[in-house]
């Protein structure tokens, strides 16, 4: 069965650093891989997603993330983060009929 | 930007009290979902629905859920005699195409509290 497991459930950065927020996923077949944000008292968002297509997805508000294959890894950065960005993470991967399932999600935290 | 949109954003309801809860999918989408996310846990896949019936569910809608779509443009989630573990955000989405790769549009979710 497809799956994601997000390593971290918060990771704290100060404005301005690097933001690594961390997905590994298990599948037999070549995945659709997902990340989504959720800003405090809002629904899920699409920030980017992997088709197979180019291996490095650039997303919205400056997001971006690599998919390899031989870490079975679509881990999600931003060069500097900025206090907007304080959200929970979620990756998720489409297990086919347009079922998505979810990772355990990442709270990013980011102080001044 | 086009969204998915739900009502009502909270209900709290007693214990064996059906539940309706309505969602406008994104308009020249064809397939719909519900999700539900239980307080500190991960946000699960409830149901597909597609040209008018179900096409994929999960073990968590057993026969006390059901779906709808009964006009051209709301897409409801009855919930027949609420439990106490059915407190949870809702969250509708639609999506233009099933295949694979397509992006999923969520609303910003229907918070249900069961007591």
């Known amino acids: 069965a497809q799956s994601v497991t997000q390593l971290g459930s918060h990771v704290s950065v100060s404005e301005g650093a690097l933001v690594l927020l961390r997905c590994n996923y298990s599948?037999?077949?070549?995945?659709?891989l997902f990340w989504y944000v959720q800003y405090p008292n809002q629904g899920l968002q699409l920030l980017l997603k992997?088709?197979?297509?180019?291996?490095l997805v650039k997303g919205i508000n400056g997001f971006e993330a690599e998919f390899k294959k031989s870490e079975t890894s679509f881990h999600l950065t931003k060069p500097s983060a900025h206090m907007s960005d304080a959200a929970e993470y979620f990756c998720?991967?489409?297990?086919?009929?347009?079922?998505?399932?979810f990772g355990t999600g990442t709270r990013l935290l980011v102080s001044p | 930007e086009p969204e998915v949109t739900q009502t009502p954003s909270h209900q709290v309801t007693q214990m064996g009290q059906e539940v309706i809860l309505r969602c406008v999918p994104i308009?020249?989408?064809?397939?719909f979902y519900w999700y539900r996310q239980i307080l500190g846990q991960k946000v699960e896949f409830l149901v597909s629905?597609?040209?008018?019936?179900?096409?994929?569910k999960s073990e968590i809608f057993d026969d006390q859920f059901s779906v709808e779509r009964p006009d051209g443009s709301n897409f409801t989630l009855k919930i027949r005699s609420t439990k106490l573990e059915d407190s949870a955000m809702y969250f509708c989405?639609?999506?233009?195409?099933?295949?694979?790769?397509?992006?999923?549009?969520f609303g910003e979710g229907s918070w249900l509290t069961v007591v």
């Open positions: 308009s020249n989408h064809l397939y």
């Open positions: 599948s037999s077949v070549p995945p659709y």
């Open positions: 629905f597609y040209n008018n019936e179900i096409s994929e």
């Open positions: 989405a639609s999506s233009e195409e099933g295949s694979n790769g397509n992006t999923i549009y």
């Open positions: 998720a991967v489409n297990t086919g009929f347009q079922k998505l399932v």
């Open positions: 992997y088709t197979s297509a180019a291996t």
